[in-house]
């Protein structure tokens, strides 16, 4: 059964300054889910996470996690959750191993040196782990604040830009990593500026624009709904499409024998099926047909430019 | 209570002394020696006892005072400073972490140094002028409570402070001076009647006398007003502290 692990309503936030960074926020994260949240920068993104996890005060409106206030009831819910800033801050001098330590502790939990090792062997930081975190590489830092946001095993991720600034190797490596730990019943919740990441890995997508988000749906939903197709029929001869246009949703290709349909891709639509019987009955053969599918990127475009 | 957090923060403040140990204990070690040379030896020699006590022993408690007030303050305000400025301060805000945990974790690692620097120096001092401590146990209180509530006094400073300069300000501007002008080095008795009056606004004095009866059993000012004195300011610490954490001031947006 889908169960809502984070219930966030009405929740609003202005800044000291007058800004507002977040406007009637209401959304659900069920549990065990990827949700990615999507907007382009200052979008309030960081701040949502910020006020579900403690380090921004709420202005208006409610947060709770698995059933519990994340204000009254803090020490509950900020156990259940790890998280992996966007800016690396870890202390320079200490060990690899000593600030994952530091951080299970800091959340409530005992030593386990077993579930320790367990972390660091997973993100290919065992042999760094007596190294001390000034002489790590830029993505092996990255991968020591994935360790210290698990340390304590939460049953909540935030993954605040994770793949920012990081190699495709590294990229590919924290997917693999992100669709594992939801497999283990991990929720996670990510914000991303890749949105092929999100196109990846995500379950539902959330679409964040100037503090409010403008919508939350299921990815393969979305991208039914918005992802229309534009298939490229190329011909063996020229042809005037006046002669499907007001039938069909056309445009002339740039080479006079190749016609341009804009499809919506949903079982009711069967223009592509007469479409194509069309042009066999006016005698011309199909030497090719091209599909090109619209991106997440481009239903991000248009829903953020709107 | 959360107190795997607590046993952490003082762990990893710790080891962060025990890494830096030349600069955290042997300078004020150094620097101490250096003003019983100076005051104790080469010019104390010279000087009259104060209450019948040998000028090199008189300034013991004052020394001793000086450094920890001083110390009490760059660890604490350091300690906070540093996740600030490095960004690590949002794991700890973020952590089922309350902040009487936070604090106590910060705050008994600095006083645990403070006092380790200090008795190290009152030792130190005993190698080189004769000192008989008349009341122990409150030798001990005091200096305990002088390092709490100046270590509160720096975790403001470091919360406060935008920049590493700002954390040098108050002990530079405010504390050495007063330190210096609260009788660490002479008796107020000494001075004429109207900076006796002036000086008895200074706070110092009554944390520098009180220590001073603990060791030698006479003082400037009565010792119940010193042991109200401390505990005055180690309370308007914690209040501040209270509310800083109450509004997020300059640690939460």
């Not at chain 1, 991208?223 to 197709?229: F, I, N, V």
């Amino acid at each position: 059964m889908n169960q809502n692990i984070i219930q966030i309503s009405h929740l609003s936030k202005t800044f000291k300054d007058g800004t507002v960074a977040l406007k009637d926020i209401n959304l659900n994260i069920i549990d065990g889910e990827i949700i990615a949240l999507l907007g382009p920068n200052g979008a309030g993104k960081t701040t949502l996470i910020s006020a579900i996890c403690g380090i921004t005060n709420i202005s208006s409106g409610e947060v709770s996690v698995s059933g519990h206030d994340v204000i009254k009831d803090y020490k509950k819910t900020r156990a259940l959750i790890g998280l992996v800033p966007q800016e690396i801050a870890l202390q320079p001098f200490e060990k690899v191993i000593d600030v994952v330590r530091y951080s299970r502790n800091l959340f409530g939990c005992a030593n386990d040196d077993a579930y320790i090792e367990k972390i660091l062997r997973r993100l290919l930081l065992w042999d760094k782990k007596d190294k001390r975190i000034v002489e790590l590489s830029g993505g092996m830092k990255r991968r020591v604040i994935i360790a210290k946001a698990l340390s304590h095993e939460p049953k909540i991720l935030f993954l605040d830009e994770p793949t920012a600034g990081v190699d495709v190797d590294l990229r590919f490596d924290m997917w693999e990593l992100i669709k594992k730990l939801r497999e283990d019943g991990t929720t996670i919740i990510l914000t991303t500026h890749y949105i092929e990441e999100a196109e990846e890995i995500a379950d539902r997508i959330s679409i964040i624009d100037n503090g409010k988000i403008q919508l939350t749906e299921k990815k393969s939903e979305l991208m039914q709904r918005l992802g229309k197709k534009v298939i490229n029929i190329k011909l063996d001869q020229e042809i005037d499409i006046k002669i499907f246009r007001d039938e069909f949703n056309l445009t002339q290709g740039h080479d006079k024998a190749s016609i341009i349909m804009h499809h919506s891709d949903t079982k009711k639509d069967d223009s592509l099926d007469r479409l194509i019987l069309k042009i066999k009955k006016g005698k011309y053969k199909i030497l090719n047909i091209e599909t090109d599918e619209k991106s997440l990127e481009q239903i991000f475009l248009d829903v953020v430019s709107k | 209570m959360n107190l795997y957090a607590i046993k952490a923060i003082y762990v990893f403040e710790m080891s962060r002394t025990l890494r830096t140990l030349i600069q955290s204990i042997a300078s004020p070690v150094i620097s101490t020696v250096l003003y019983f040379i100076v005051f104790g030896s080469a010019i104390g020699s010279r000087m009259e006892d104060i209450s019948d006590v040998s000028y090199g022993s008189f300034i013991v408690p004052g020394l001793i005072l000086l450094t920890v007030c001083l110390q009490s303050i760059s660890n604490a305000s350091f300690s906070i400073y540093f996740p600030k400025f490095i960004g690590s301060i949002n794991e700890l805000l973020s952590a089922p972490v309350s902040y009487l945990e936070l604090v106590i974790g910060f705050i008994m690692a600095a006083v645990t140094k403070s006092m380790t620097i200090g008795l190290i120096i009152l030792i130190t001092a005993s190698f080189l002028v004769d000192i008989e401590i008349k009341h122990p146990i409150w030798m001990i209180c005091i200096l305990f409570l002088s390092c709490v509530s100046f270590s509160l006094m720096g975790f403001i400073v470091g919360i406060w402070a935008r920049s590493f300069e700002q954390i040098t300000i108050i002990p530079d501007l405010i504390i050495t001076p007063l330190v210096f002008l609260g009788g660490s080095f002479y008796s107020i008795s000494l001075l004429p009647d109207f900076w006796q009056k002036v000086t008895l606004f200074n706070p110092i004095v009554y944390l520098i006398s009180g220590f001073r009866w603990a060791f030698f059993g006479n003082a400037d000012v009565y010792i119940g007003y010193s042991i109200l004195a401390i505990l005055v300011f180690t309370f308007a610490c914690i209040l501040i502290i209270w509310r800083i954490f109450k509004t997020g001031y300059r640690i939460k947006s």
